[in-house]
């Protein structure tokens, strides 16, 4: 018999999709823009995660043993389906580099500088394109394996800072505008809350218990209540002013932990839940970009498709170091709103598609 998904699983890789992003990307740019109020973010994007999730569970109740890019060649036909598996794949594919490109040069900046970003990168590439190769199940059970690591790591980062928490770094409070907090919700949104559609390559069909709206809530409650802990004590321990000058805000202040009162380079250890958060988010943004691909090309040999997207997403990292500079700017201004307005527009029409469908089959 083939073995299954549990419901634990589903949440886990849910937990990881939505913390994908947090290091060197949604954190900088919330701070950015909401300053000593960034915290409030996390919070208030609940409400608007679970609505994207409730659209998300309903485009898989449909034509439950198929994958989002076959139910898209179904509901559209092939031509229109193809664009929209195409337009999926070009948007993930750029999410991917760029999450690649913060990690490599995270690891880079804090503990292999003179390492090359091209050595880095092909070192997490091989150990995503193995977990790929292995299929899903294997995926989701490496995630269930490392969120109870993540969970462990950010207890400790947790208690050990503490007692460094000042709340005075948190004042004045309230001092955004309406342009403010939508520019922050949108961040969040384009980066925490669409990358959930990922998990629409996995076939409903084959999760042990159907009742998956409920572990992807709760996955995603718990995902912004950490990711509330981390921007509330970075800008407690920190100060908005010094987190908004440090490229990786989310690493240096856990070099402010303390265990038993004795500093002793503990972050090389603790640092290990943020890399958990991103090599999980680019393993399945890998698989997601493959699956469509093998869809399109209606390739028998899926390896040959994971290796030839895992050396692009190499390249594209790669060709994007060149412009580091200027993806600041991009991550605030301009690739939310695009992400935003596409992702949006998408799950709308493919959510109508569906409601369509299911009426003229009745």
């Not at 973010?41 to 449909?62: H, K």
């Not at 890019?69 to 070009?90: A, C, T």
């Not at 007692?163 to 969040?188: A, C, E, H, R």
């Not at 669409?194 to 069909?205: D, E, S, V």
């Amino acid at each position: 018999m083939k073995k299954k998904i549990t419901n634990f699983q589903i949440g886990t890789l849910n937990y990881f999709i939505t913390r994908t992003f947090l290091v060197g990307v949604t954190l900088n740019a919330i701070i950015n823009v909401m300053h000593a109020d960034s915290w409030i973010i996390p919070l208030l994007s609940i409400i608007p995660g679970i609505i994207f999730i409730l659209l998300v569970n309903y485009i898989m109740d449909y034509e439950p043993d198929l994958t989002l890019s076959e139910k898209l060649v179904k509901l559209f036909k092939n031509k229109i389906g193809y664009l929209i598996i195409i337009l999926f794949s070009i948007l993930v594919y750029f999410m991917c580099t760029l999450n690649y490109l913060n990690l490599t040069s995270f690891i880079r900046s804090q503990f292999l500088i003179k390492t090359p970003l091209l050595a880095i990168c092909i070192m997490f590439v091989l150990a995503s394109l193995y977990i790929i190769i292995k299929g899903i199940h294997t995926v989701s059970r490496t995630s269930n394996i490392l969120f109870y690591s993540n969970i462990v790591l950010l207890t400790i980062s947790i208690l050990g800072l503490l007692q460094v928490i000042d709340i005075s770094n948190l004042k004045p409070l309230f001092t955004f505008n309406m342009m403010d907090l939508t520019k922050g919700l949108n961040v969040y949104y384009a980066f925490n809350i669409t990358p959930i559609i990922l998990l629409t390559i996995i076939p409903k069909n084959e999760i042990i218990d159907p009742k998956l709206k409920k572990s992807l809530i709760i996955s995603y409650i718990l995902a912004c209540i950490t990711l509330f802990i981390t921007v509330f004590l970075t800008i407690s321990v920190l100060g908005y002013e010094l987190s908004s000058l440090y490229e990786y805000a989310e690493f240096n202040v856990l070099k402010q932990v303390s265990i038993f009162g004795l500093n002793s380079r503990i972050e090389s250890i603790l640092v290990m839940q943020l890399l958990f958060d991103i090599f999980i988010g680019n393993v399945l943004m890998t698989y997601f970009i493959s699956d469509n691909i093998k869809t399109v090309a209606k390739c028998k040999n899926p390896t040959i498709i994971y290796i030839i997207v895992s050396i692009i997403i190499v390249i594209g990292a790669l060709f994007l170091s060149r412009y580091n500079i200027y993806l600041d700017n991009f991550m605030v201004n301009i690739i939310p709103i695009a992400a935003t307005i596409f992702m949006t527009f998408m799950i709308a029409i493919i959510c109508i598609k569906i409601k369509r469908d299911k009426k003229s089959t009745n």
